[in-house]
């Protein structure tokens, strides 16, 4: 089994079907403080940070391997429309990267992938973040390029639900946040339910993390 999937397996329970869902992770923290020293969950390997390009919100291509290259990087996959679990991830990497001295918030970038191209424009996902943080990178590609990004870190492909009668309509995607430390190695997984103590704790940690 690939450090990948394994990792896919370890936080099953933090994928989503419907972006609904209060998981058990929130209580787990400390217990994998304890037992690793990371409140987030912890990768039985350090693989590569994957190698992919789409396109930013600004019509550029970004090459997400190189673009990170030695920064402290989490990434996300979701959707501007999503009710719950992506505003939530977000508010709280912004808040706890507001409260960072200058040169560590200069060492952590956030990058989001769209899982809803049909409804995501490139100006609709900017705005989004912009009431994140105007730092926070937005990325949008095909489904079909995100799908594939997505199984190459062992996560599931995204799953739209049938619209309702006003044609709004869910789309299901994996919860957790992927962090790298800045030498490019995958190092911890936060599952939905991350709190912004737990991000406290672990951003200084994967800032200063190596694979060694």
Known sequence: MSAFAFAAVAV????????RV????RTDAEARERATGWRGIVMPAAPPKPDFTLTDTDGNPFAFRTETDGYATFLFFGYT?????????????AAVRRELDAAAQRRMKVVFVSTDPGRDSPERIRSWLDAFDPDFVGLRGTKAEVDSIQLSLGLPPSVYEEPDEN???????ASQVIGFSPDGATRVVYPFGTRQA?????IPKLIAADAG
């Open 12 to 19: 099953a329970s933090a994928l989503v079907a419907g972006c």
């Open 22 to 25: 209060e998981p058990r992770e």
């Open 81 to 93: 429309s999503c009710p719950d679990v992506c505003p939530v991830h977000l508010a709280g990497l």
């Open 167 to 173: 044609g709004f309509y869910i789309v299901g995607h």
């Open 198 to 202: 737990d991000w406290k704790h672990d």
